[in-house]
Each structure stands twice: as structure tokens, then as C-alpha cells.
């Protein structure tokens, strides 16, 4: 075929006092990888809403062709009947079924209405290998963590005859070697004349793979730029994308480091399921005041499981270990007493565990710390919303007022939100886990300015990340993790992303020499 694969026309689209799009045009040759990029709130998330039938036919101005043919999809089914697949950001898999039935649901590998599990398990077994999933297709998906959550969600949309691909930042949940073979695998699909939107804020991934990029800003298309003819730059792409150069991503710090605020000391906890398992082994390590302190390590490696577990024990059993607060041994059994003794966790699920998404921006915000805002037992709301309204202008939460309803924020906003909820409870130390994942390059600016900010005033800081370059960014000292156990620590000013690599890999390799 000739022509464009897929050709969207000067399409509009508006919710009330709001235009999203505003004469968006696009278009996508036959094996092409296209990216779609801009700030959170650009509009790539409801373009692609309106192409795959979320928003149907009739809700939004313009034409779309696919094929060369006018579509007018009425719903999400009608566009996958044409080939059309989208992986939206926010999972939508059912926690309590299995893999293998998450990924065949509603596409069930059936005969007259007598389901194959043999097909079904031999066939999604076929899918999780293609992903780089090693999970047990009968395990469910709510004992798996949401960055494997996100490759059943792949392989679920592999399942169907897919002529084109739309992945809403793919890798968003994913580390570094997760998202390579994630990559990879849209390569190989490209090979086989699949084509693929991709929206991503990762640049060097969008660098990577795609043949072309369209930026978004403020709704609108601001260019289209073919990669390899251009020579596409990051520099270009987020001029672009938020109209303006930034010229430093990481602020630039001078940390006054004092006295160890937080320590961890041969920290053990079981798995959930498998009372036998330890997730994390004999972990130890500890945070100075002004301190930012990393921890990095590849999917499975217990990070999360670590800040979980620790934080009024929210994950697993525990199994035994310390955890110290300028020296002294304070007990963390509950959440509660985690806030109490001025430890605070920013989950990496924001939209799960971080906020209530049907309330108002000003009551996620005074949730930690209700007693701040309350007398005898009544919530001031007048002094809850005087606090929302101060973040709002501290934290720029972008949002008509503090009443907005946080689901409806972009990821960036939500993030934002989330983490001035924690900061109002006043905490000492601070979890960061994931803290920009899924949030545009300028919103990150903006949260890694909040975090050298918080190290400043004499808070340590702990940062879980998957993106290495983040972490040499901004710490002062980066741990590694694998496998449940801590497998070094480097200083910033040795660090860099192989030698991070290696530890991150070092348990898995004794391991292998073992066997």
C-alpha cells in the first residue's frame, strides 16, 4: 500500500471549558514507528482516545482513514475490529483472574462457548515469552507488580490480529533492561509490517525506535519531524515540546550533609504469598540530613518491596531488622506509626495507593495530616483549602482551583499533589519511589527542583528510580539491590550506568557460577 496507513485530519476536541485538540492532524506510514510527544495535558493521551474509539465518533470535529478508508468507530471494540490496538497508560487488567485470562479476555480461545485451556495456556505461554515475561500463566495478576502488570498488558494486546499499535508510555512502569527488550520487540513488530504509536517522555527511547515525531503543545501539532532525515536532537524535541531550552534537567546542588537521620539495619521480609521466600534479604542502609541517597536495581530486585515493608510494614511478612531515626530504634508496624515518628512513602502507583481520584486536590492533600487542619474530631475546611491553595501556588499545581477533582489532572499535577500531601504531614524523611515515572520532561524539572529543595532544608531523601540517569542526576550516593540484597554503594562523583549495570546484576551472576 502506497499511502499513509492511518491519516487523522484536523480533529478537534473539547470537554466543558476545555479544548484538548485543536486541529490536530497526524499521519502513519505502513511499518512506521510514530511518536507522539508533548507535556502532560498536551492532548496525546485523548488523541489517541479519539482514534481507538474511546471518545467515538460524533464527540470531536474532524476525519479519520485507515487504509485508506473514513472510520467512524463507535466504540474501543470497533477500532480493535479494524486492527487498531491501544495500551493505554492506566493497566486495565482484572487483579483476580490469571494471567493467562487477563490476556485472552473477551478473546477467549473458545468453541461453542467451551473455553481450550490447553490452547489458552500454550499460546499465552507463546506471549510472555515474547514480552520477556517468566511468569506462570496461572498466576494472578494481582501477585505481580505493575511493571510485569504492563507486559501482560503487551502480550493481551498481541493476542489480537493488530494491524497498528498505540503504546501510551509502554515503559513508564519499567526499568532500564525491561524497557530494551520492550523496544526491541517494537523493532521486531516493525520488521513485520506492523506499525506502532508510541507516546513517550523517554527521548532517547522515542530516539531509538521511531522513524518520525509529532509534538504536541497546548493541544495543537507544533511539528512533525522525521528522525533519521532531521537528525533529531532531545534538545529540539523539548524545545518543542514545552517552548522554551532547558538547559539544566538536574538543578544544581551543594549538599550540607550532616548527621544519619534514617537508617535501615538487616532488614528481612517473606513474600506475601510464599511464606518461604524473601523478597528482601539482610538489607542495611541509611540516609544523612541534606542527604539524597538512590537505590536502584533491575524488576524483582525488592526496592519497592524494601520502602513497602518499612513503612508501617505495608508489604509482605516481616522477618526481622531495625529501623533507626537519628539513632534511636523507633517501631514502624503500622502507617500511622511510620507518619508519626516523620517518615513519609510516595508509592509509585499514585493513581492506586497515592490519591483518591474522585476527591477534590485539597482533601488528597490534608489526608496525612488531618489533625493539622482539624479540632476535635471536625475537619477546618476553610484552613484545608487555605493549605491546598498554598501548595498549589508553591508546587504550580496546574488546575482551575484546589476543588478540581485530582482524577482529572495530568500525570505531572497528580504527582505534584501527591507529593505536597507528604510534605504538608512535615516528615523528616522522605520515599520516593518512581517519583517522576510517567510525567513529562518539564514536570520532572520541576519535581527534581522540589526534591533538592527538600534535601536543603535538612530532610533526607531517598529515591527509588528505574532510570539510571535520574539517579546519577540527583543523588549523593546511589545503592544497588538484586535479587532481595543490597549489592553495593558508589558515590556519586564514581558512579555511572555500567558500573550501576554490573551491581545491579553482580547476585543473579554468583548465582549462575553456582549452579
Given at each position: 500500500?502506497?499511502?499513509?496507513?492511518?491519516?487523522?485530519?484536523?480533529?478537534?476536541?473539547?470537554?466543558?471549558?476545555?479544548?484538548?485538540?485543536?486541529?490536530?492532524s497526524?499521519s502513519?506510514?505502513?511499518?512506521?514507528?510514530?511518536?507522539?510527544?508533548?507535556?502532560?495535558g498536551?492532548?496525546?493521551?485523548t488523541?489517541?482516545?479519539?482514534?481507538?474509539?474511546v471518545?467515538?465518533?460524533?464527540?470531536?470535529?474532524?476525519?479519520?482513514?485507515?487504509?485508506?478508508?473514513?472510520?467512524?468507530?463507535?466504540?474501543?471494540?470497533?477500532?480493535?475490529?479494524?486492527?487498531?490496538?491501544?495500551?493505554?497508560?492506566e493497566?486495565?487488567?482484572?487483579?483476580?483472574?490469571?494471567?493467562?485470562?487477563?490476556?485472552?479476555?473477551?478473546?477467549?480461545?473458545?468453541?461453542?462457548?467451551?473455553?481450550?485451556?490447553?490452547?489458552?495456556?500454550?499460546?499465552?505461554?507463546?506471549?510472555?515469552?515474547?514480552?520477556?515475561?517468566?511468569?506462570?500463566?496461572?498466576?494472578?495478576?494481582?501477585?505481580?507488580?505493575?511493571?510485569?502488570?504492563?507486559?501482560?498488558?503487551?502480550?493481551?494486546?498481541?493476542?489480537?490480529?493488530v494491524?497498528?499499535?498505540?503504546?501510551?508510555?509502554?515503559?513508564?512502569?519499567?526499568?532500564?533492561?525491561?524497557?530494551?527488550?520492550?523496544?526491541?520487540?517494537?523493532?521486531?513488530?516493525?520488521a513485520?509490517?506492523?506499525s506502532?504509536?508510541i507516546?513517550?517522555?523517554?527521548?532517547?527511547?522515542?530516539?531509538?525506535?521511531?522513524?518520525?515525531?509529532?509534538?504536541?503543545?497546548?493541544?495543537?501539532?507544533?511539528?512533525?519531524?522525521?528522525?533519521?532525515?532531521?537528525?533529531?536532537?532531545?534538545?529540539?524535541?523539548?524545545?518543542?515540546?514545552?517552548?522554551?531550552d532547558?538547559?539544566?534537567?538536574?538543578?544544581?546542588?551543594?549538599?550540607?550533609?550532616?548527621?544519619?537521620?534514617?537508617?535501615?539495619?538487616?532488614?528481612?521480609?517473606?513474600?506475601?504469598?510464599?511464606?518461604?521466600?524473601?523478597?528482601?534479604?539482610g538489607?542495611?542502609?541509611?540516609?544523612?540530613?541534606?542527604?539524597?541517597?538512590?537505590?536502584?536495581?533491575?524488576?524483582?530486585?525488592?526496592?519497592?518491596?524494601?520502602?513497602?515493608?518499612?513503612?508501617?510494614?505495608?508489604?509482605?511478612?516481616?522477618?526481622?531488622?531495625?529501623v533507626?531515626?537519628?539513632?534511636?530504634?523507633?517501631?514502624?508496624?503500622?502507617?500511622?506509626?511510620?507518619?508519626?515518628?516523620?517518615?513519609?512513602?510516595?508509592?509509585e502507583?499514585?493513581?492506586?495507593?497515592?490519591?483518591?481520584?474522585?476527591d477534590d486536590?485539597?482533601?488528597?492533600?490534608?489526608?496525612?495530616?488531618?489533625?493539622k487542619?482539624?479540632?476535635?474530631?471536625?475537619?477546618?475546611?476553610?484552613?484545608?483549602t487555605?493549605?491546598?491553595?498554598?501548595?498549589?501556588?508553591?508546587?504550580?499545581i496546574?488546575?482551575?482551583?484546589?476543588?478540581?477533582e485530582?482524577?482529572?489532572?495530568?500525570?505531572?499535577?497528580?504527582?505534584?499533589v501527591?507529593?505536597?500531601?507528604?510534605?504538608?504531614?512535615?516528615?523528616?524523611?522522605?520515599?520516593?519511589?518512581?517519583p517522576?515515572?510517567?510525567?513529562?520532561?518539564?514536570?520532572?524539572?520541576?519535581?527534581?527542583?522540589?526534591?533538592?529543595?527538600?534535601?536543603?532544608?535538612?530532610?533526607?531523601?531517598?529515591?527509588?528510580?528505574?532510570?539510571?540517569?535520574?539517579?546519577?542526576?540527583?543523588?549523593?550516593?546511589?545503592?544497588?539491590?538484586?535479587?532481595?540484597?543490597?549489592?553495593?554503594?558508589?558515590?556519586?562523583?564514581?558512579?555511572?550506568?555500567?558500573?550501576?549495570?554490573?551491581?545491579?546484576?553482580?547476585?543473579?551472576?554468583?548465582?549462575?557460577?553456582?549452579?
Amino acid at each position: 500500500m502506497a499511502g499513509p496507513v492511518l491519516e487523522m485530519r484536523s480533529i478537534s476536541k473539547s470537554f466543558p471549558g476545555v479544548k484538548a485538540l485543536s486541529d490536530v492532524s497526524l499521519s502513519v506510514a505502513p511499518g512506521e514507528v510514530h511518536a507522539v510527544c508533548g507535556e502532560n495535558g498536551a492532548g496525546k493521551s485523548t488523541l489517541m482516545k479519539v482514534l481507538s474509539g474511546v471518545y467515538p465518533h460524533g464527540s470531536y470535529e474532524g476525519e479519520i482513514l485507515f487504509q485508506g478508508e473514513p472510520c467512524a468507530f463507535k466504540d474501543i471494540r470497533a477500532s480493535e475490529q479494524r486492527g487498531i490496538v491501544i495500551i493505554h497508560q492506566e493497566l486495565a487488567l482484572v487483579p483476580y483472574l490469571s494471567i493467562a485470562e487477563n490476556i485472552f479476555l473477551g478473546n477467549e480461545h473458545a468453541t461453542r462457548g467451551i473455553i481450550s485451556w490447553h490452547k489458552t495456556l500454550t499460546h499465552a505461554k507463546e506471549l510472555l515469552g515474547r514480552v520477556g515475561l517468566h511468569e506462570n500463566p496461572h498466576t494472578r495478576v494481582a501477585d505481580i507488580g505493575v511493571g510485569k502488570q504492563q507486559l501482560v498488558e503487551i502480550a493481551k494486546a498481541l493476542a489480537k490480529e493488530v494491524k497498528l499499535l498505540i503504546l501510551d508510555e509502554p515503559t513508564a512502569a519499567l526499568n532500564d533492561e525491561d524497557s530494551r527488550k520492550l523496544l526491541d520487540l517494537i523493532l521486531e513488530l516493525k520488521a513485520q509490517g506492523i506499525s506502532c504509536i508510541i507516546i513517550s517522555h523517554k527521548l532517547n527511547e522515542i530516539a531509538r525506535v521511531a522513524d518520525s515525531v509529532t509534538i504536541l503543545r497546548d493541544g495543537r501539532t507544533i511539528e512533525t519531524i522525521a528522525v533519521d532525515a532531521e537528525g533529531v536532537s532531545e534538545d529540539r524535541i523539548i524545545r518543542g515540546m514545552v517552548g522554551r531550552d532547558l538547559e539544566h534537567r538536574y538543578p544544581e546542588r551543594a549538599p550540607e550533609i550532616g548527621e544519619v537521620a534514617f537508617a535501615v539495619e538487616d532488614w528481612a521480609v517473606h513474600h506475601p504469598i510464599d511464606h518461604q521466600r524473601k523478597v528482601v534479604d539482610g538489607v542495611s542502609i541509611d540516609v544523612r540530613r541534606g542527604e539524597i541517597v538512590g537505590i536502584a536495581g533491575l524488576m524483582g530486585a525488592g526496592r519497592t518491596e524494601l520502602a513497602m515493608s518499612v513503612f508501617g510494614r505495608s508489604y509482605g511478612r516481616y522477618a526481622g531488622g531495625r529501623v533507626l531515626m537519628d539513632g534511636k530504634e523507633v517501631r514502624t508496624r503500622t502507617v500511622p506509626e511510620a507518619i508519626g515518628h516523620g517518615i513519609a512513602y510516595v508509592t509509585e502507583d499514585r493513581k492506586h495507593f497515592g490519591l483518591n481520584l474522585m476527591d477534590d486536590i485539597s482533601r488528597n492533600i490534608s489526608l496525612s495530616a488531618l489533625g493539622k487542619v482539624s479540632r476535635r474530631g471536625w475537619v477546618n475546611r476553610h484552613e484545608e483549602t487555605r493549605v491546598a491553595e498554598s501548595f498549589r501556588k508553591t508546587m504550580n499545581i496546574k488546575a482551575p482551583s484546589v476543588f478540581a477533582e485530582t482524577g482529572k489532572l495530568s500525570g505531572g499535577n497528580q504527582q505534584k499533589v501527591v507529593l505536597s500531601k507528604w510534605i504538608f504531614s512535615g516528615p523528616q524523611v522522605l520515599i520516593l519511589d518512581e517519583p517522576t515515572r510517567g510525567i513529562d520532561i518539564g514536570a520532572k524539572a520541576e519535581i527534581y527542583t522540589v526534591i533538592a529543595e527538600l534535601a536543603a532544608q535538612g530532610k533526607a531523601v531517598l529515591v527509588i528510580s528505574s532510570e539510571l540517569p535520574e539517579l546519577l542526576g540527583m543523588c549523593d550516593r546511589i545503592y544497588t539491590m538484586a535479587e532481595g540484597r543490597l549489592t553495593g554503594e558508589v558515590d556519586r562523583a564514581d558512579a555511572t550506568q555500567e558500573s550501576l549495570m554490573r551491581l545491579m546484576t553482580v547476585s543473579a551472576a554468583i548465582d549462575d557460577e553456582q549452579v
